[in-house]
C-alpha cells in the first residue's frame, strides 16, 4: 500500500482505473468519519470504469495511516490540507474532490483552501450547522467511552479482529470500524468536536467551484435541511435527492451514473 508523508506521519492511499483514452481526470474520493478508503471501493470502480482516474485516501487517523493518540492532529482543515498534499505528492495540479459526511466536509475545506486546485466538488449526506446539535449528541458520549473506557474497548477489538474478513464489504467495513483502537479513536473525535464542523456559511458563499450535492431524507445527522441550505450557499450547484443512505452504497445505480456524468461535464 503506497503512503506518503505528512507532518511526520505515513498516510495511505490508493489508485483505481487511469483516465480516458491518455487524459488524466482524477476524483480524489474520501471516506466518512471512522471508517477507511475500503468504503468506496464499489463507487470509485464505477466511476473507474467510466474512464475516470480515482484516488482514494485513508484520512490521518483512518485505515491503513498513522492513528497518533491526540487530538492536535485532527481537524477538518488539516484534514482538508491532508487531501492538497497528496494531490502533490501524485503531481495531480487539479481535481475533483468529493466524498462522504466527514469526507464531504473535509471537500469544503479543501476547495476553500485552494479553489484553483479543485475543479467541481461532489458531497454526499455534509454534516452542517442544522446537525451540529445532534453530531455533539451522538459524538461526545462514544468520545467519552472510547476515552475512560479504553482497556474494556480495546479488549473487545482484539476479539473481533479474530473475526475472519470476506463476508463482503460492508460486513468487513463494520468490523474493521469495530475493532478500532479506543485511544486514536477518542483523540479523532475530540480533534473534530472542538474544531469547526466547515467554512463558515460567508466562506461557501464566496466559493464559486461546481458542486453536485447528494442529500436524503430522515436522517438526523445528515439532515436533508442542511445540503438545502448548502445548495443555497454555494453559488454553483446541483441537488439530487437520494431516496436513503443506502442507495449509494451498491454501485452502478442512477445516482453514481449521474456522479459519473457530472465528471464528464466538469471534465469537458
Known amino acids: 500500500m503506497p503512503k506518503f508523508s505528512y507532518d ?3 498516510i ?3 489508485e483505481r482505473g487511469h483516465g480516458r483514452a491518455g487524459l488524466d481526470r482524477p476524483f480524489v474520493l474520501i471516506h466518512g468519519l471512522l471508517f477507511a478508503r475500503t468504503h468506496h471501493f464499489p463507487l470509485a470502480d464505477a466511476l473507474a470504469e467510466r474512464g475516470n482516474r480515482i484516488v482514494l485516501i485513508d484520512l490521518l487517523g483512518h485505515g491503513e495511516s498513522d492513528k497518533p493518540p491526540h487530538s492536535r492532529h485532527y ?3 488539516i484534514y482538508g490540507r491532508q487531501v492538497l498534499a497528496l494531490m502533490d505528492r501524485l503531481g495531480i495540479e ?4 468529493g466524498g462522504t459526511s466527514l469526507g464531504a466536509n473535509v ?3 479543501a476547495a ?3 479553489p484553483e486546485r479543485v475543479r467541481a466538488m461532489v458531497l454526499e449526506m455534509p454534516v452542517l450547522e442544522r446537525a451540529a446539535p445532534v453530531a455533539a449528541m451522538l459524538f461526545l458520549p462514544l468520545t467519552l467511552a472510547y476515552s475512560q473506557g479504553a482497556a474494556l ?3 473487545g477489538s ?3 479482529r479474530r473475526i475472519p474478513r470476506g463476508m463482503g464489504l460492508y460486513p468487513d467495513a463494520l468490523l474493521e470500524l469495530l475493532s478500532r483502537d479506543a485511544v486514536p479513536s477518542a483523540a479523532v473525535l475530540h480533534g473534530l468536536l472542538t474544531g469547526r464542523l466547515a467554512p463558515h456559511p460567508e466562506e461557501r458563499h464566496k466559493l464559486e467551484v461546481p458542486a453536485l450535492l447528494i442529500g436524503h431524507p430522515n436522517d438526523l445527522l445528515h439532515p436533508f435541511s442542511d445540503v438545502e441550505a448548502l445548495g443555497r450557499e454555494l453559488p454553483r450547484s446541483e441537488l439530487v435527492r437520494s431516496d436513503s443512505f443506502f442507495e449509494l452504497r451498491f454501485p452502478p445505480n442512477r445516482l453514481s451514473d449521474r456522479i459519473a456524468d457530472y465528471l464528464d461535464e466538469m471534465w469537458r
Open 75 to 77: 481537524s477538518m482543515e
Open 153 to 155: 474497548i480495546n479488549a
Open 158 to 160: 482484539r476479539l473481533i
Open 94 to 97: 487539479e481535481a475533483v474532490v
Open 12 to 14: 495511505a492511499y490508493e
Open 8 to 10: 511526520g506521519f505515513d
Open 112 to 114: 476553500n483552501r485552494s
Open 107 to 109: 471537500t469544503l475545506e
